[in-house]
T-cell receptor, first 113, second 114 residues
Framework: AQSVSQHNHHVILSEAASLELGCNYS??????LFWYVQYPGQHLQLLLK??????LVKGIKGFEAEFIKSKFSFNLRKPSVQWSDTAEYFC???????????FGKGTRLHILP | NAGVTQTPKFQVLKTGQSMTLQCAQD?????MYWYRQDPGMGLRLIYY???????DKGEVPNGYNVSRLNKREFSLRLESAAPSQTSVYFC?????????????FGPGTRLTVL
């Protein structure tokens, strides 16, 4: 069965700091990978996704993620965070051919102004 | 397009009461999902429907039932609510879950069971 592990439950950064949120998954086959974001009081929105091709994917609002197959990882990065990035971030994995997406437990990111 | 809509937005129930959460999507998506979100637990899949006419259990199906009424609508029913079902419920849809298309989420229903 697939599973997703997000290493940090709660991250606090100052504005302009660099961000990296860790995500590892367990599944030996082909996967599709996602990062979703949930702003306070809102529903989940897609930040970026990896299906195939270039392992470095760029998403909205300056976020990017790198798929490292050998490490089963899909870490999210942003060079300089803003106060408006305060949100909860979820990594998710879909095994090719499976109808379901498995979500990690989420990382709460708090940006200090 | 409204995307994914859910009703109601808020609900308070007493233990043992029943209710149905409604979800509809206007994107002509094949796959639909129900999740619950609890602090520190992330999103847990309750039930899903890969296509019209099919439903399957997810990770936490106990205490819930679902109906895929048509391609647009997917309802979640609590037959006898329990305090452990206090949560925020999200409906989502996807063009084709089996091909890994992204899921689009509704605004959620915040349910409290006393």
């Amino acid at each position: 069965a697939q599973s997703v592990s997000q290493h940090n439950h709660h991250v606090i950064l100052s504005e302009a700091a660099s961000l990296e949120l860790g995500c590892n998954y367990s599944y030996g086959g082909t996967v599709n990978l996602f990062w979703y974001v949930q702003y306070p009081g809102q529903h989940l929105q897609l930040l970026l996704k990896y299906f195939s091709g270039d392992p470095l994917v760029k998403g909205i609002k300056g976020f990017e993620a790198e798929f490292i197959k050998s490490k089963f990882s899909f870490n999210l990065r942003k060079p300089s965070v803003q106060w408006s990035d305060t949100a909860e971030y979820f990594c998710a994995v879909n095994a090719l051919g499976d109808d379901k997406i498995i979500f990690g437990k989420g990382t709460r990111l708090h940006i200090l102004p | 397009n409204a995307g994914v809509t859910q009703t109601p937005k808020f609900q308070v129930l007493k233990t043992g009461q029943s209710m149905t959460l409604q979800c509809a999507q206007d994107m002509n998506h094949n796959s639909m999902y129900w999740y619950r979100q609890d602090p520190g637990m992330g999103l847990r899949l309750i039930y899903y429907s890969a296509s019209e006419g099919t439903t399957d259990k997810g990770e936490v199906p106990n205490g819930y039932n679902v109906s895929r009424l048509n391609k647009r609508e997917f309802s979640l029913r609590l037959e006898s609510a329990a305090p452990s079902q206090t949560s925020v419920y999200f409906c989502a849809s996807s063009e084709d879950g089996g091909l890994g298309y992204e899921q689009f989420f509704g605004p959620g229903t915040r349910l409290t069971v006393l």
